[in-house]
């Protein structure tokens, strides 16, 4: 049963790649293993809802797409002070995420949609998770092992989608810079 619906940022293989070693090292070290498990993919969440048409959404992202590709930096590593126990690279976020971002919101409201205060330009925190259900006993060893990963990662989001989540189902993903033809 659907939780609800996500608009994520992709990253260029090269970045992709090394998020995945992160968490292909965490879990190695038997630390998480929940992001591998429910299929996601490295990402930014730009913006996410409980259930509604996700078509209006996808009809947003293609709209979207004519972006072209967004410089992406990840320099730090973090969490967040809840019971979902993630970690996360966090971005020094650039002009132009910030300015998509925006425009992504702008779209949004366009069509109706709530944008919950996590979202919202001015609020939103742009990160990429790397861990998600960590042990509390284990978050200091999580750190550890994350500390050694040579940031900062440069590279771009270049695509952009639509999922359904959990487990994380694509329902709809296109490179940015292109025109959709659908």
């Known amino acids: 049963m659907s939780q609800g619906y996500a608009i994520e940022l992709y990253f260029d293989p090269a970045m992709e790649n090394q998020v995945l070693g992160a968490w292909n ?11 591998i498990e429910i299929k996601s993919r490295p990402h930014i969440t730009l913006f996410s809802c409980p259930l509604i048409d996700p078509l209006k959404l996808e009809n947003i992202v293609k709209t ?30 650039s002009m132009a995420l910030l300015q ?3 425009q992504l919101c702008d779209a949004l409201k366009k069509e109706g949609f709530e944008i919950g205060e996590d979202y919202r330009p001015g609020s939103w925190i742009p990160y990429c998770l790397v861990a ?5 006993a284990q978050m200091t060893e999580a750190f550890t092992v994350l500390r050694d ?15 359904e989540f959990s487990p994380v189902r694509k329902l709809y993903s296109t490179m940015l810079g292109t025109k959709d033809e659908e």
Do not use: C
């Not at 090292?25 to 992001?35: G, N, W």
């Not at 590593?77 to 993630?86: E, K, L, S």
């Not at 989001?157 to 999922?163: F, N, Q, R, S, T």
């Open 149 to 163: 990963v040579k940031l900062p990662y440069y590279g771009y989001a270049m695509d952009i989608g639509l999922v």
């Open 25 to 35: 090292l965490l879990a190695h070290r038997q630390i998480s293993t929940h992001l």
């Open 100 to 102: 998509f971002h925006s």
């Open 132 to 136: 998600e259900q960590v042990p509390k």
């Open 64 to 93: 979207m797409s004519y972006n072209a590709a967004v410089p992406i930096s990840f320099t730090s590593i973090g969490t967040i002070p809840d019971d979902r126990n993630v970690l996360f690279f966090a971005l020094t976020p």
